[in-house]
């Protein structure tokens, strides 16, 4: 029962570890839109531009 | 299913449908749907036409059985450019101006790498993955647009561009092609509520995975781990829950503890124990489940809390967002603002050049041109040109009027039909616009706040709890201070009011999250409530009773006859144009028949073309009577009817005989009559209020049955807030509906304003509820959604309070441990949460007024 002693604070260093990183990702913006990745997932991808513009 | 065809066109039926496939002949036929070839093994429908797989030949057969199948294929032929009824929106070129100077880019665009600039626009009309699929097209459809990334319910554009490539008016323009209508996204306010939605967020994540935590090693502890067998270990959990327990509270209970204190101290100037705020209890409870939970932990005797409160802050958080984020999304419907009047101005410089400048540059004395289509910036007089001025925004008149030199114009209206030089005498602020919208967006706080049932509660618990505390005392004392301490601690965790503080936001987050799927938007919770002590209900004319634009009202006569008459009319901009041309379509005439040709205005009578073989008249009976012989007489009558309802009359003469005749005017809505009876059957007293003519708005009201006295036009927007005044002065309860500047001053003078659809700038910002729905039915629809939304209030909150009584009582019988609370607050969380979400309020099923949602 005495490793509970090592891996409580290593469970709880990825558990901090997550919550950083759900700070960056809401920081970020990318909970700002539930609704609309939703969507994209339906559309096809474009055919590649001959410029050379990057793609989205 | 047949052979797949080797390469799909994008869009198969515009232009030539059918294309030539290889290998065996029989199968270039094309689809009888799709135009696709059917391959080599076609799939018969019903009427035996061939069509490439299964699919197709079902949706025909199912178009044919509705009755569709003619009109269908007709409409498949079209190239949409050739039917200019269904022109598609033509941004104004002073908007798209706007979008190029250099002081917009640098004011609403930001910098990126390499010289790109951002920029978020709104763009109108967005509703499906279509739409999102076509926006995000911008980047390979424009040259210089890097990236475009549409969010669909917010209807905004995040697009990056490079200024040196491309201009945002051209982006505005594709957009306008397809009937999308983009605006920059002036407002900032928006940006700050993205802000504290998104730091709310991350408490409340932070909470729950506080929390999560927590629970965990309190379950270790509930399932044994006591101090008995493993004192080490026992203690450790202890201090591991306190290590978490402390960031929860402080971070995650911050606003908790901040509004508890601005409640206490506001209570305390005013010596009134109701001012305390439902986060009061809620706060006292955390910090004394936590301080007692903390020195058990250092003590190492007694029991810990660290759980129970976790959760508790968590809970209460996620309801917090929740509302925001409801709260959010009504708010920023009301946020699209349509320039109202623009912001730039064409200013004719001394040499007789026009530059387009900043409004805030011209003034009084200055003289601006206003090309035909745009709205006219400046308060002032016409010095040169005539044309026709659409008032709506101001009057709320449907009908266009004359202006020529010497005549006053207005900022706000817009200029129909020629160019008009004006000599501005109001500007900005000045004009009678300014004024409006100033009052408007400044307004004093207009009525007392509301303060929520569940708010009220507020202090009465804490007063209650504090008594309950002392009984306990009392009670437990001769016992020992320890058991008296326990058990007051356990009746404020017990007690904390996590479901109560959860109740109100869930219930309105819900119903306004439901409402505005359902196109209404409203504004705050407040409203809601509001809406339920309404008693008198103010309807604009314009729009809201009536469809809002000119259409053929009735007509007699020759059906083909209307669609010549459209043919000819097609490119006219006269209101009669508009409603035949809407009505009957200007490419509704079989292809044999041709565009019109050879057509010639004469101003004020009306209008002569040819189509095809035909000639055609279209114009004031009397003209046309004069040209083509006299109309017989039931036409006359009908004619003479029509007048007195105040449309205007319009005759038709194919090849010199009179063929039919029309009523143009704004036609009633056919749902008003019912509803208005229903509106009124409930209780609530009717009114009309319109700018609009005397003698139409007396009409309207005959046709909906309501008492002359109850309608009345010509009503300035001044006129209307001081109705609404006087109404209040009687102690009603008014709920004000519009759409135009015109009813902007009294919606925010309502107890509640409601906005519809289409709505100006300046309605939105006053109103409370935003109704994208037009018509009166999306009315009924708000008031008896408000009223089951509060009804699910009341027993949400009857609710809480009964499972409070219960815990309260339980504590103070000793019979309260961690466990007990732990398991009792999900238990009571999630029956508040199921009562929220599957409340009546703003259902699926048909709505009051018996209509399916229509969409316009």
Known sequence: MNVLFILVPL???????GVAA????????????????????????SPPRNEAAPRP | MSVAAPERPRVA??????????????????????GLPVGPRPVLTGAGEACCCTGCAVVRDALAAAGLGADYDRLRGFDPAARPGSRPKVPEALALAELDAPAFLAAHTREAEGGRRTVELFVDGVHCAACVWLVERLPYEIDGVEAARLDLPRARLALTFDPARVRLSEVARWLARFGYAAHPARQSGSGGATEAERKLLVRMGVAWALAGNVMLVAFALYSGLDAAADPALAAAARWVSLVLAVPAVAYGGAPFFQRAWASIGAAWRARDARRLHLDTPIALGVLAGFGQSAWATVTGRGEVWFDSVAVLIAALLT???????????????????????????????PDGTVAVVSLDEVRPGDEVEVPAGEVVPVDGVVTRGASRLDRAVLTGEARPEPVAIGGRVEAGATNLSAPLRVRAERVGEATRVGRLLAWVERGEARRAPVTLLADRIGGGF??????LAAVTAAIWLPAGADHAVAHIVALLVVTCPCALGM????????????????????????????????????????????????????????????????????????????????????????????????????????????????????????????????????WREALAGWAAEG????????????????????????????????????????????????????????????????????????GKRDAVAAMQAEGRVVLMVGDGVNDAAALRQADVGAAVGGGTTASLVAADLFLTRPGVAPLLDALDGARLALRTVRRVLTLSLVYNAVGAAAAMAGLVTPLVAAAAMPVSSLAVVALAVFQPAFGLRASVSGLRNTQE
Not at chain 1, 11 to 17: E, G, I, K, R, T
Not at chain 1, 22 to 45: C, H, K, S
Not at chain 2, 16 to 33: D, F, K, L, Q, T
């Open chain 2, 503 to 634: 109740a109100t936001p869930l219930t309105f987050a819900v119903a306004t999250g439901r409402a505005a799927r359902r196109g209404i938007f409203v504004k705050s919770e407040e409203a809601v409530q509001r809406l339920t002590e309404v008693d008198t209900v103010v309807l604009d004319k314009t729009g809201t009773l009536t469809e809002g634009r000119m259409t053929i009202a009735a007509w007699e006569g020759d059906a083909y006859a209307l669609d010549l008459a459209a043919a000819v009319e097609a490119h006219a901009t006269h209101p009669v144009a508009e409603a035949l041309v809407r009505e009957r379509g200007a490419g509704a005439l079989p292809e044999a028949v041709g565009e019109a040709g050879d057509v010639e205005a004469e101003a004020g009578r009306g209008v002569r073309g040819r189509v095809g073989s035909h000639t055609v008249i279209v114009g004031r009976p009397d003209w046309v009577e004069a040209v083509s012989g006299p109309l017989p007489a039931p």
């Open chain 1, 22 to 45: 759900f700070r960056w990702a809401v920081r970020d913006g990318q909970f700002d839109d539930v609704e609309t990745p939703a969507v994209r997932i339906l559309l096809d991808d």
């Open chain 2, 462 to 467: 804490v007063l209650a709890v504090f008594a």
């Open chain 2, 647 to 718: 449309h205007t009359p319009v005759a038709v003469a194919v090849d010199g005989v009179p063929a039919a005749v029309l009523a143009v005017g704004d036609r009633l809505r056919a749902d008003a009559a019912a509803l208005v009876a229903q509106l009124e059957g409930s209780g609530k007293r009717v009114l009309i209020l319109s700018g609009d003519h005397p003698a139409a708005v007396a009409a309207v009201a005959a046709r909906l049955g309501l008492a002359p006295e109850r309608a009345h036009g010509g009503v300035s927007p001044e």
């Open chain 2, 13 to 34: 039926w515009r232009g030539a449908p059918a294309r030539p496939a290889p290998g065996a002949p029989a199968a270039e036929a094309a689809c009888a749907h799709c």
């Open chain 1, 11 to 17: 469970a709880l260093s990825l558990a901090l570890a």
């Open chain 2, 319 to 349: 309801a917090r967002w929740l509302q925001l984020r409801s709260r959010r999304l009504a708010g920023e419907a009301s946020d699209r603002l349509l320039a109202l009047v623009p912001r730039v101005a064409r200013r004719v410089g």
